[in-house]
């Protein structure tokens, strides 16, 4: 069964930058769109970035021009790269397929705690 292990949350100021990495085990993962989603206390977890095996991106309207996806296919790695950091993007941030759950049915990671401080 593939795992996707997230990692690189951390603690930042409004206006900083972070990077978060994925790394999924198994093979065959460029067959699917790889995605990272977030979740804030008392919401529900939504998709925040994709990447398809071609490298085609999409991103929620709420992070676009912030935020970069990118992916190893080799390495079986997504990365996602966050800049210009708001409180709203304070969140756990997991990685999965889009749409979710194609490899790992309802489990889901531990995720990576994003904290922005204003």
């Known amino acids: 069964q593939v795992q996707f292990v997230e990692s690189g949350g951390g603690l930042v100021q409004v206006g900083g930058s972070l990077s978060l990495s994925c790394a999924a085990s198994?093979?065959?993962?460029?067959?699917?769109?790889l995605a990272w989603y977030r979740q804030a206390p008392g919401k529900q977890r939504k998709l925040v970035a994709g990447?398809?095996?071609?490298?085609?991106?999409n991103y929620a309207d709420s992070v676009k021009g912030r935020f970069t996806i990118s992916r190893d296919n080799a390495k079986n790695t997504v990365l996602l790269r966050m800049n210009r950091l708001t409180p709203d993007d304070t969140a756990v941030y997991y990685c999965?397929?889009?749409?979710?759950?194609?490899?790992?049915?309802?489990?889901w990671g531990q995720g990576t705690q994003v904290t922005v401080s204003s």
């Open positions: 999965n397929t889009d749409p979710s759950g194609l490899l790992t049915g309802d489990f």
């Open positions: 990447i398809t095996g071609g490298g085609t991106t």
């Open positions: 198994g093979s065959g993962l460029d067959n699917y769109i």
